[in-house]
């Protein structure tokens, strides 16, 4: 347990967050995405473990170290549910809610369909698999700049 660090944060998690570079991006994903497999094709190569948190208390968790990339219009994606994409079931709601919170102000995430976020997954840094059990449970986070300290 370390101080001012949520404690979901695991050293390999912590590792891979202190590892990834600005526009280098992570998936979150819900237990039913096919994690170990796209985790394989990924830079770091190996799953990333949240088990037993949902993706919007690790979205909390992760955001309360890494800064989206404001470079970018999506720095946050989420999985598009079906063929609509103005649906939002409650597991990206929760997410929203905690990018909202960690960046002081109102960021909607963009959208992708199914498949080619399994594309577009395997191209990411890492994929960190939580507990979460609802479907379209599924995201990706561009990571951003830390700005440097003002005297």
């Known amino acids: 347990m370390l101080k001012l660090i949520h404690p979901a944060l695991g050293a ?87 990018i909202d919170k960690a960046e002081g102000k109102s960021w909607p995430m963009g959208h992708i369909e199914r498949m080619a976020f399994y594309e577009r997954a395997k191209t990411a840094y890492c994929v960190i698999r939580t507990g979460e059990r609802r479907f379209y449970g599924c995201f990706i986070f561009k990571k951003g700049v830390v700005s440097p300290d003002v005297t």
Do not use: W, Y
């Open 12 to 98: 390999d998690v912590l590792h891979a967050l202190r590892s990834m570079g600005h526009g280098d991006e992570l998936v979150i994903c819900d237990t039913n995405f096919p994690a170990d497999a796209v985790a394989a094709e990924t830079v770091l190569g190996q799953l990333l473990h949240m088990e037993n948190i949902t993706c919007g208390e690790a979205a909390k968790a992760i955001l309360s170290l890494m800064p989206l990339d404001t470079f970018v219009d999506d720095a946050a994606m989420r999985m598009q549910v079906g063929s609509n994409p103005k649906d939002i079931p409650p597991v990206q709601a929760e997410v929203q809610a905690a």
